[in-house]
Nanobody, 130 residues
Framework: QLQLVESGGGSVQVGGSLTLSCAGP????????MAWFRQAPGKEREGVAS??????????ADSVRGRFTISQDNAKNSVTLQMQMNSLKPEDTAMYYC?????????????????????WGQGTQVTVSS
């Protein structure tokens, strides 16, 4: 089973910034994708940002576009997905999960569907206080 290791969560005040990182095995091919999801208490898991790391195809949720930026660092056998989160809001408070998968889709919104991903990290907590 793939292993994803997350880091970088924490507590910050409104308007602050955090960077999350997720390291995992790297696979060749055009269908390999990594993403960040989040889940707040009592809410469903929602997709935040996704990246096909061998092609660069990106998708952001509307709620974070312009504030969050994902980037990748590829090594021969591993890939690290980072997410820079700026202008954080209380509604960004959640457990953040890294996920990876291998699928093809012509619809960008499918890149944020949790059921298409088959490997998940343990999660890292982000808390934004006012």
């Amino acid at each position: 089973q793939l292993q994803l290791v997350e880091s970088g969560g924490g507590s910050v005040q409104v308007g602050g910034s955090l960077t999350l990182s997720c390291a995992g095995p790297r696979w060749d091919g055009p269908n390999e994708v990594m993403a960040w999801f989040r889940q707040a208490p009592g809410k469903e898991r929602e997709g935040v940002a996704s990246l096909y790391y061998n092609s660069g195809r990106l998708k952001y949720a509307d709620s974070v576009r312009g504030r969050f930026t994902i980037s990748q660092d590829n090594a021969k056998n591993s890939v690290t997905l980072q997410m820079q989160m700026n202008s954080l809001k209380p509604e960004d408070t959640a457990m953040y999960y890294c996920a990876s998968g291998s699928f093809i889709t012509n619809r960008d919104e499918n890149m944020l569907r949790a059921n298409l991903y088959n490997s998940w990290g343990q999660g890292t907590q982000v808390t934004v206080s006012s």
